[in-house]
């Protein structure tokens, strides 16, 4: 009896040990679904869908207690659940990235920093805002903050940094909207007038124009003391209350320079332009100096916008005019101005402009014939305070200015177009006050060319033309006016200069 009792007991003994191994595999599970609770998502959970806590739902036994199978307590081996459980489908998440309060460092809440002021050295500080700390660590600036304004050419005087604020406009004024962008170049003499009223003005031209003659005194008081966007309004209320178009009432009303002037007046700066620059290629002959004047003085905002204008006027691309009138290193200069692509932030690099000041020596002075093309690439592309350094490192190498070097190895147009950067790099209004005087210099006046200067100026920097002006001739722009026009025209341009600023 007891070795049949021996062996019951061991086949019992060894049954239950069967279980063993399955409670030890159980128990592991737990711990390698823990694993996934480190990882980016946790294991989401079924909670009472239909199964209780084990995997499948338990089995009462198929044959009885003592079938061919031992009783088992699950098909599968209980498990505390499927997943780990969850509060909801997706576990609540710390971000993957810190959330910053400031996308960009300096930047507003918005998903991008608000842009850079677009134009020139105008003495308002770099190029880009100042940047608090916040994503990014604090940097300091790739390019130390520029004084002054570079070595001043030969008979011009060192441009002086304008004016911020204007009498009357506000510090939200940006000269010549005609253009469409905010762009502070200069001491405008002409801003928006205070008080403004677009349809009392088109009722003053109205009564000026009717009857016999034109009262011009009339025309100037309106139309030369308000803003180009200004005359548009007055344009579309005249329209509105009379049913007529101002512009060719104008036409049929004035005569001679004067009509010349208002009609400038009233075109939008952009067509205005495009108008000059065609009909400076229209016909036999080129005008080069007009082609100089206009492109290598404006921004690349208003190129692009004469390029529009251009287009829209006469059905042909401004490049491909300027292109079929001009010829050789001098058209190259005018394709790589046409473009607008010129640098516009206030950045300076010391030691790239020594770098390119050696460039340019050793592209001109130092070797037989020149390498024109490394002139225009420097020239046409930098921006305005770093051609300054460049200006004053040739200065230092070669102990003479740069103007000496293109006059020595360029002639031709390309010659006065490169002088003419160099001459707005380095003093802008002086350029134009040298432009002004030859206009009116000798017999006679180019009045096509003063209409072109005084119009495009007066929303711009005409305050500091005069004071350099003044400064190179020894006389006023207005006595000079004075002593060369007559009449409302005359009395047009300097209303234009004075303009209605105050200053």
């Given at each position: 009896m007891s070795g049949i009792q021996d062996v019951i007991e061991n086949k019992l003994t060894g049954r239950g040990g069967n279980q063993q191994p399955q409670q030890q595999h159980n128990s592991s599970q737990p711990s390698d679904m823990n694993n996934y609770n480190n990882q980016g998502y946790q294991q989401p959970s079924y909670g009472n869908a239909g199964y209780?806590?084990?995997?499948?739902?338990?089995?009462?036994?198929?044959?009885?207690?003592?079938?061919?199978?031992?009783?088992?307590?699950?098909?599968?081996?209980?498990?505390?659940?499927?997943?780990?459980?969850?509060?909801?489908?997706?576990p609540p998440q710390q971000p993957?990235?810190?959330?910053?309060?400031?996308?960009?460092?300096g930047g507003q809440p918005s998903g991008y920093p608000q842009p850079p002021g677009i134009g020139f050295n105008t003495g308002m500080g770099s190029g880009y805002p100042p940047q608090q700390p916040s994503g990014y660590p604090p940097q300091q600036s790739s390019y130390p903050p520029q004084h002054g304004a570079g070595h001043p050419q030969q008979g011009y005087p060192p441009q002086q940094p304008p004016q911020q604020h204007y009498g009357g406009g506000g510090s939200n004024f940006y000269p010549n909207q005609g253009f469409g962008q905010p762009v502070m170049l200069g001491t405008p003499s002409l801003i928006p007038a205070p008080g403004f009223n677009a349809n009392q003005d088109a009722e003053t031209l109205r009564k000026a124009m009717k009857g016999l003659g034109c009262n011009n005194a009339k025309v100037v008081s309106v139309l030369c003391a308000r803003t180009n966007s200004q005359r548009q309004e007055i344009a579309r209320a005249f329209k509105v209350m009379y049913g007529k178009d101002l512009i060719k009432d104008?036409?049929?009303?004035?005569s001679g320079d004067f009509e010349d002037l208002i009609l400038a007046l009233m075109d939008q700066p952009a067509v205005y332009d495009a108008k000059q620059l065609h009909k400076a290629?229209?016909?036999?002959?080129?005008?080069?100096?007009?082609?100089?004047?206009?492109?290598?003085s404006r921004t690349n905002q208003q190129i692009a916008a004469v390029r529009d204008a251009y287009r829209a006027l006469y059905r042909r691309e401004l490049e491909k005019d300027l292109i079929g009138e001009t010829s050789g290193y001098f058209k190259r200069l005018l394709i790589s101005l046409c473009a607008g692509g010129r640098d516009e932030s206030n950045g300076t690099d010391p030691l790239r402009a020594n770098q390119d000041a050696r460039r340019l020596y050793s592209a001109g002075e130092k070797r037989l014939g020149t390498d024109e093309a490394m002139f225009n690439s420097i020239l046409?592309?930098?921006?305005?305070?770093?051609?300054?350094l460049v200006f004053d490192e040739y200065q230092k190498v070669t102990k003479h200015p740069i103007e000496k070097a293109i006059q020595d190895e360029f002639s031709g147009d390309v010659r006065d177009g490169l002088l003419a950067v160099v001459a707005v790099v380095r003093?802008?209004?002086?350029?134009?006050?040298?432009?002004?005087?030859?206009?009116?210099?000798?017999?006679?006046?180019?009045?096509?060319?003063?209409?072109?200067?005084?119009?495009?100026?007066?929303?711009?920097d005409m305050v500091d033309i005069r004071s350099n002006f003044q400064t190179l001739f020894k006389t006023s722009l207005e006595n000079m006016i004075k002593g060369d026009c007559s009449g409302a025209y005359k009395d047009g341009l300097i209303a234009l200069v004075n303009g209605n600023s105050g200053r």
């Open positions: 209780n806590q084990g995997g499948y739902p338990p089995q009462q036994p198929q044959y009885g207690g003592g079938g061919g199978y031992p009783p088992q307590q699950s098909g599968y081996p209980p498990q505390q659940s499927g997943y780990p459980p969850q509060q909801s489908g997706y993957g990235y810190p959330v910053n309060e400031m996308p960009y460092p104008l036409k049929s009303e004035l290629m229209e016909g036999l002959g080129t005008k080069e100096s007009v082609l100089i004047e206009i492109m290598t046409a592309s930098q921006n305005f305070s770093q051609l300054r003093n802008r209004p002086a350029y134009f006050a040298k432009l002004l005087h030859d206009s009116m210099k000798g017999l006679g006046t180019r009045d096509n060319d003063l209409i072109r200067l005084v119009v495009t100026r007066a929303e711009y």
